[in-house]
């Protein structure tokens, strides 16, 4: 709760005083409150809700990490260069990599045979992800804000770092939704 908080003040930040701003209040509570809504609809399963959540913020974090990594040190083409320019393609599919990568874990962890479907659910959420934290550049850009704020030093604000994972627990909060039981029990 405290974080949606704080999203949603580092939006109300970045969006006041802009063209059409009072529209874009309205887009800031779906941009963060169906995400933040979706994270503890997930969690609150008693059974396997803390895995669920646990598994989604793995899997962004490795997309993340892996698109950083993978894009650092392979570089090459450019995946959305009028968005995000230093984004390049080995990253993102880097980072698609890693999210896969996370799921197979995850399905070894929890005694899962289901290993590839664990790893393509896990490799597009994962991509969701980093489609999550273009959609933001594209949003800041707009905005004309490099950062949505300075709260984290060297990394900008809180909605910086969890753009991916807003878009991510959305997707799995629809998937979870969409199935029988939980996505854990589906999977």
């Known amino acids: 709760m405290v974080a949606g908080v704080v999203l949603a003040w580092e939006w109300l930040r970045m969006v ?9 209040l309205f887009v800031g509570v779906i941009y963060i409150g169906i995400p933040c809504f979706s994270l503890v609809w997930l969690r609150a399963d ?3 809700g803390r895995i669920t959540v646990f598994w989604v913020f793995a899997l ?34 880097g980072g698609v990599f890693c999210a896969a990568c996370v799921g197979l874990a995850a399905a070894v962890l929890l005694e899962k045979e289901s290993l590839v479907v664990w790893g393509a659910v896990s490799a597009v959420l994962g991509a969701i992800a980093e489609l999550g934290d273009l959609l933001e550049s594209k ?5 004309d804000v490099k950062d949505t704020s300075k709260l984290i030093p060297g990394h900008g604000g809180l ?10 627990s959305f997707a799995t909060a629809l998937i979870d939704w ?8 589906w999977l």
């Open 16 to 24: 006041m005083g802009n063209r059409g701003w009072p529209g874009w």
């Open 46 to 48: 008693h059974e396997i």
């Open 60 to 93: 962004v974090w490795a997309a993340d990490s892996g698109a950083y990594i993978f894009g650092r040190l392979i570089g090459g083409p450019k995946f959305a260069p009028r968005i995000s320019p230093n984004k390049t393609w080995a990253g993102f599919l």
């Open 139 to 143: 949003i800041k850009r707009y905005f």
């Open 159 to 168: 909605l910086d770092r969890v753009d991916g994972l807003l878009a991510a």
């Open 178 to 185: 969409g199935v029988e039981g939980s996505i854990i029990e």
